[in-house]
């Protein structure tokens, strides 16, 4: 089944209560942490997880594009955080898996994230200790970009190896996601689909998560 995890990154961030509630048909809330020195945008942190916990009975999906984030994951599963993933890119090997430790010692899910530039073969270290993997179809820190259907090789490669190792991980896409894009995202084995535009730009909401799903 196609999973959908709206991005609050597109809705009113003086009215997340209720662009939350809006959602309430998706299967996921999907949270993008951003500290202005992974990517160059700040968006929200460990309180904000906190007061949206209680809005919502949606998993929480929070995507760390923080530098380090081995420092802060435990503070974002005590938050309320379900699904914790983090960057290949931003922090050695080793603290990355400390990281899914971590995560999953709180008995959260966890799971990496790879940047457009970064290879598939990135997340073979971590592939057997990880409940979702993230490609980004954009560049990370900013919503409302193009989806890059360069990526879905990428996406295709990533699904052979969870299928070829009879994983549970989940597959996740973020960037562009659309009603014009997500076949090409389900096509190459993705099956869970983040998107912001696409569903808070909708007149009907449910209708749209509906759709997307497919």
Same mark, same amino acid.
């Given at each position: 089944m196609?999973?959908? /995890?709206?991005?609050?990154?597109s809705?009113?961030?003086? $009215?997340?209560?209720?662009d939350?509630?809006?959602?309430a048909?998706?299967?996921?809330?999907?949270? +993008?942490v951003?500290?202005?020195?992974f990517?160059?945008?700040? #968006?929200?942190? %460990?309180?904000?997880?906190?007061?949206?916990?209680? #809005?919502?009975?949606?998993?929480?999906?929070?995507?760390?594009?923080?530098?380090? !984030?081995?420092r802060?994951?435990?503070?974002?599963c005590?938050a309320?955080?379900?699904?914790?993933?983090?960057?290949v890119?931003?922090?050695?090997?080793? $603290?990355?898996? /400390?990281?899914? #430790?971590?995560?999953h010692?709180?008995?959260?899910?966890?799971?990496?994230v790879?940047?457009?530039?970064t290879?598939?073969?990135?997340?073979l !270290?971590?592939l $057997?200790?990880c +409940?979702?993997?993230?490609?980004? =179809?954009?560049? !990370?820190?900013?919503?409302?970009?193009?989806?890059? /259907?360069?990526?879905? !090789?990428?996406?295709?490669q990533i699904?052979?190896?969870?299928?070829?190792? #009879?994983?549970?991980?989940e597959?996740e896409v973020?960037g562009?996601?659309?009603?014009? =894009?997500?076949?090409a995202?389900?096509?190459?084995?993705? $099956?869970?689909?983040v998107?912001?535009?696409?569903?808070y730009?909708?007149?009907?909401?449910?209708?749209? %998560?509906?759709?997307?799903?497919?």
């Amino acid at each position: 089944m196609i999973k959908i /995890a709206p991005s609050i990154l597109s809705a009113d961030f003086a $009215n997340l209560e209720r662009d939350i509630r809006k959602i309430a048909s998706a299967d996921y809330v999907h949270v +993008d942490v951003m500290d202005g020195l992974f990517v160059p945008n700040i #968006t929200i942190g %460990i309180p904000v997880v906190k007061a949206l916990r209680p #809005t919502t009975s949606l998993p929480l999906d929070v995507h760390l594009m923080i530098e380090r !984030p081995v420092r802060y994951v435990e503070q974002f599963c005590d938050a309320g955080a379900d699904i914790v993933t983090c960057h290949v890119e931003s922090d050695s090997e080793e $603290n990355i898996r /400390a990281a899914l #430790t971590k995560i999953h010692a709180k008995g959260k899910k966890a799971g990496v994230v790879v940047k457009p530039k970064t290879p598939a073969e990135a997340v073979l !270290p971590f592939l $057997n200790e990880c +409940d979702m993997v993230l490609v980004m =179809t954009v560049e !990370p820190g900013f919503g409302g970009q193009s989806f890059m /259907a360069d990526m879905m !090789p990428k996406v295709a490669q990533i699904r052979a190896w969870i299928d070829e190792r #009879t994983l549970t991980c989940e597959l996740e896409v973020d960037g562009g996601v659309a009603i014009q =894009t997500r076949d090409a995202c389900v096509n190459a084995g993705a $099956n869970v689909l983040v998107a912001g535009s696409a569903v808070y730009g909708a007149e009907d909401i449910p209708a749209r %998560i509906k759709e997307l799903r497919g």
